[in-house]
């Protein structure tokens, strides 16, 4: 089992930005994908980032793309999300999940561990 607790949600004006965390425990992450993906209200849970085992390669959906940037500390089992240039429509809780694969896929089915989410809300 991996238990995943997202940290670094807050309010921030338009243009401001913010760094989540993703704080894993119980097995290392080291041989996990990781992702980040965000849930608004009324909506369904959408993609934003994934990275590889050793963050060799990254993934990002189009609405985010040159604005957030996905890292990964395997020492410290910890996931990043910097998230910079931030808009209104990037309020969302933010959720982190763990995938026992090598692949980078943006389903949410594919991923087999989540955290319990972050609210992220950006003024305008």
């Known amino acids: 089992q991996v238990q995943l607790v997202e940290s670094g949600g807050g309010l921030v004006q338009a243009g401001g930005s913010l760094r989540l965390s993703c704080a894993a425990s119980?097995?290392?992450?080291?041989?996990?994908?990781m992702g980040w993906f965000r849930q608004a209200p009324g909506k369904e849970r959408e993609f934003v980032s994934a990275i590889s085992w050793f963050g060799a390669n990254t993934y990002y959906a189009d609405s985010v793309k040159g604005r957030f940037t996905i890292s990964r500390d395997n020492a410290k089992n910890t996931v990043y999300l910097q998230m910079n240039s931030l808009k209104p429509e990037d309020t969302a809780v933010y959720y982190c999940?763990?995938?026992?694969?090598?692949?980078?896929?943006?389903?949410?089915?594919?991923?087999?561990?989540w955290g319990q989410g972050t609210q992220v809300t950006v003024s305008s």
């Open positions: 999940a763990a995938m026992r694969r090598s692949s980078l896929v943006a389903t949410t089915s594919a991923y087999d561990y």
């Open positions: 119980g097995r290392t992450i080291s041989n996990y994908a």
